[in-house]
């Protein structure tokens, strides 16, 4: 591609909302463009290439470990989402509308109910199952905080994954094979990432695994330990327990529990006064929707005490339980090993679920077994958020000048750059150089643009294709330079072994 026919609006303007280097670097690069400002973006012409390569990473591992891609109707009929009893508890993330029949529509946020659907209406025996169908498309949710660009939009793409299975154990065996095919995508989209246990919500268990690309600017605060392999979401870390005895002194926190239909509860949590509260293992622990701040209240009717307090706190209410409430804290020992567990922090780039029967038994999505019995499917689910990880491979990979995206996630594999379109001998050199590398289908940006060499220069570094070849003064000289982004190392190189020095390396 010719750099002069390229929609390439970079600019040296960071937009005002903008705090994250991947943000600032996707608009500044002209890679996206924000619409309206509100988690909606366009992806111009390199943006939508990265999208597409990312895409083709995620789809050649899922299609290799037997995954199906088909399409959903992206607008969803409410009436699918009656039947699963989300309508209401998803809340205002939830986009909902009406045709002009008056019929009720959303837009999905994941497509649990739509695939069951699909699925209920074409499967009917265990012989056509297991199954793992996936779709890579777009994704609606009126997020209350849309920020940090692609990393929190309202609308994104996902890559969403939903499996069928006649028995646990089936399903658990792909949930292994998807956790493998995961490690794949990401290493060879040259991530640093760790897979860690999550918070599978009011479902509970240990079937939930987030992929967390390593990051300081990451919304995530993960637990791991230095010492094994232990790592988890601090919404679902557990340490070995402390022991705590009748002097311990304790605290309350008062908040109110959300419920479906408007129900409301308030909630009493009690728990020693230097442990915090977390609060997605309170909400797990009443089996709310949400949890908000609620003022103090004497009167304690409902009392969660972590479970620290056990046999330790003489805290009396009508309705006690003990539950894990408490947030590991930095320093508390590993519970699998002892080690000092510590904080780091993540982007959630996937999340990979067992579900169970959840969806299937609402929605009858059954199979008929081996011996004539109808029966649930048993489901997992597999999310990437296949847009979010734009920004995940600029907050690993950048510097203060821009990008510099992983081999695979590149928009080009090489950039040739002629200073000055003045000198006929650079132009014959970089035209040649540029005609040799794209016969040898290596994808090619020449830069052969009027501007000064220093803006050219300025766009490589925003642009942050990993490697460039410029031809400068110094080919009177007989020698042009390689640069490697990553470091901008410089080598030079001799006019007549260049075809074969970039032949060797792409
Ligand atoms: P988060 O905790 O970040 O809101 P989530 O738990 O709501 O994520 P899932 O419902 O598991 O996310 O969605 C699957 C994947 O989609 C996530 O792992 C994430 O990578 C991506 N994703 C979720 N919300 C957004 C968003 N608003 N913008 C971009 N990507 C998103
Ligand atoms: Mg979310």
Not at 31 to 59: C, E, M, R, T, W
Request: aromatic letters at 8%; glycine letters at 8%.
């Amino acid at each position: 591609m010719r750099f002069s026919r390229l929609l390439i609006p970079t600019t040296k303007e960071t937009p005002n909302d903008a705090t994250l280097a991947s943000h600032i670097f996707l608009i500044r690069g002209g890679f996206i463009q924000s619409v309206g400002g509100s988690g909606l973006y366009n992806f111009l012409p390199l943006g939508k290439k990265i999208l597409d390569k990312v895409h083709a990473v995620v789809k050649d591992e899922l299609d290799k470990a037997g995954c199906q891609e088909v399409s959903l109707s992206f607008v969803t009929p409410a009436s699918l989402w009656e039947e699963s009893g989300r309508l209401e508890k998803y809340g205002k993330e939830l986009l909902r509308f009406k045709d002009r029949k008056n019929n009720d529509f959303i837009l999905g946020p994941t497509h649990e109910e739509m695939m069951v659907n699909l699925v209920r209406q074409t499967v009917k025996s265990y012989k056509q199952l297991p199954l793992n169908v996936y779709q890579i498309n777009l994704k609606f949710r009126d997020e209350i905080r849309p920020r940090f660009g692609l990393m929190r939009g309202r609308e994104f793409l996902m890559k969403d994954a939903y499996s069928f299975h006649t028995s646990t154990e089936d399903m658990q065996r792909e949930f292994a094979l998807m956790e493998e095919t995961y490690k794949k995508i990401f290493t060879r989209l040259g991530l640093e990432f760790r897979v860690v246990d999550a918070d599978s919500g009011a479902i509970g268990g240990s079937g939930s695994k987030e992929f967390m690309v390593l990051a300081d600017s990451g919304e995530d605060t993960i637990v791991v330990c230095p010492d094994c392999e232990y790592g988890a979401n601090i919404e679902a870390a557990v340490a070995k327990p402390k022991t705590y005895d009748v002097s311990t002194q304790v605290k309350v926190v008062t908040m109110k529990a959300l419920y479906d239909e408007g129900v409301t509860k308030v909630v009493h949590f009690a728990l020693p006064s230097s442990v915090e509260l977390q609060e997605v293992k309170a909400c797990n622990a009443v089996n709310a929707n949400e949890l908000v701040e609620h003022e103090d209240t004497d009167t304690i009717i409902t009392l969660v005490a972590d479970s620290l307090l056990e046999g330790v706190d003489s805290l009396i209410a009508e309705e006690k339980s003990y539950a894990d409430i408490s947030a590991v804290q930095e320093g508390d020992s590993c519970a699998t090993c002892g080690g000092a567990l510590r904080y780091t922090k993540g982007i959630e780039a996937g999340h990979i679920f067992q579900l169970g029967t959840q969806y299937s038994e609402p929605l009858g999505a059954n199979f008929l077994d081996e011996n004539g019995k109808a029966q649930p499917m048993v489901m997992g689910t597999y999310g990437i958020g296949v847009s979010r990880l734009l920004a995940a491979i600029i907050e690993q990979n950048h510097d203060d000048k821009g990008c510099i995206w992983t081999k695979e996630s590149a928009p080009f594999d090489l950039q040739i750059i002629i200073s000055n379109i003045k000198d006929d001998g650079q132009v014959a050199l970089g035209e040649k150089l540029y005609e040799v590398m794209l016969d040898k289908g290596v994808d090619v940006l020449l830069d052969e643009r009027k501007d000064r060499f220093g803006a050219k220069m300025k766009d490589y570094e925003l642009l942050g294709v990993p490697h460039a070849v410029v031809i400068g003064k110094n080919l009177a000289d007989g020698v042009v330079e390689f640069i490697s982004r990553n470091g901008m190392e410089k080598e030079e190189v001799s006019v007549d072994e260049i075809v074969d020095f970039l032949s060797e390396r792409f």
